[in-house]
């Protein structure tokens, strides 16, 4: 109750600095704006209940449009940026958004043939690298595949080698089918890199398959055959889903694109 109230208040503080704005002229006009967008911001800053209905409202928009084609999908696209966007600005710290609508960005961008270099990529692109601000690593591998569209290398292998290092790569093979990276798939580089992740997939010896034979007792009869201890199965990876990231109410397997 008492929340509401003061948020009540500072809400009538804000419509008044608007209308005094209204009436006046330069920079006492601007003023009085920027008195009511710090207002308005104070009410809505932090609501999480608020950041996260229009994250999950986004959220639904995204997927909606991956259903669709044409304008009804880029009608969608454009609402689910909307969406990300107003999120962010009550919550800037809100990863799912940060990533989810770089996410957004890349989709419409293909939907609409851009080219690599269009603003459409350069907006994913600074999203994701927001949310890499906000959680390391968390969208490195979506940034490594605006790179390897791009035709830049090095800034792609970085971005893979960062995305590996905080543990938010995809599978190897995902990795191979993401048809994102291939420019990149046949530089030796690369080819390198996705060997040296398959071999950190193998699973390591379980400490019963490290030690030694068992000692065969000595016996004047022909000695029985060894035996081994059976293999345990690695256990499976969890599936990897749309470009990660991690966050909000959905899975973080849902952010990879």
Known sequence: MIGSFFRKSKLKAAI??????????????????DSAYKGFSEVIDKDLLFTETLYNWGFALLHQAKTKTGDEAVKLYQEAIEKFSFCRMI?????????DGGVVYMDLARLKGAAPKDSLYDNALA???????IQSGSASYNLACIYALRNDQEACLSALEDSRDHGSLPS??????????????SHHWFIDF??????????EPTPEEKTAEPEVEASSQQPAAETKEPIAEPEKAAPVQEKPT???TPTEEEYKK
Request: net charge negative; hydrophobic share 40%; no cysteine.
């Open 127 to 133: 999203l994701f690298q927001e949310a890499n601000l």
């Open 172 to 185: 190897v093979d995902d990795i191979l089918a993401d048809s994102d990276l291939d420019n990149m798939k």
């Open 246 to 248: 991690t966050v909000e």
């Open 91 to 99: 919550n800037a710290d809100s990863l799912g958004a940060a990533i």
């Open 194 to 203: 996705v060997e040296s992740l398959k071999v950190q997939e193998k699973p």
């Open 16 to 33: 008044s600095h608007v209308n005094k704005a209204r009436k006046r002229e330069g920079a006492e006009a601007d003023h009085h704006f």
